[in-house]
Structures are given as structure tokens and as C-alpha cells.
């Protein structure tokens, strides 16, 4: 299983569509680099983003 995850202040104007862009780009990373990944939108990296895999 592959999984993206973000975060985001909620009080922030369009926070819950941006959330799920970037919690989607996340995830779109960890697919890119094969199965069981998990990324973290890290928007100062996501053209280098770190993969937190295991195994």
C-alpha cells in the first residue's frame, strides 16, 4: 500500500481543496517510486521529494 499524506492550518482560505491537492501529489510520488511507499508533501521539495519507505 502506497500512501501520500499533508497538512494544512484548517483557518487557511481554501485549506480542505488544497489538502487534498497536495495529499494527492504525495501520493502520486509514492506510486512513482513502486509499492508500499510513503511520502510526505513537503512543498519545498515535492520536485525532490523523500520517500519514507520501508523495505
Not at 15 to 34: N, P, S, V
Amino acid at each position: 500500500m502506497s500512501a501520500g499524506i499533508a497538512s494544512r492550518k484548517a483557518s487557511a482560505p481554501g485549506a480542505a481543496d488544497q489538502l487534498t491537492i497536495m495529499a494527492d501529489q504525495a501520493l502520486y510520488q509514492a506510486k512513482e517510486h513502486g509499492r508500499n511507499r510513503l511520502f510526505i508533501h513537503q512543498p519545498a521539495v515535492m520536485a525532490n521529494p523523500r520517500s519514507l519507505a520501508q523495505g
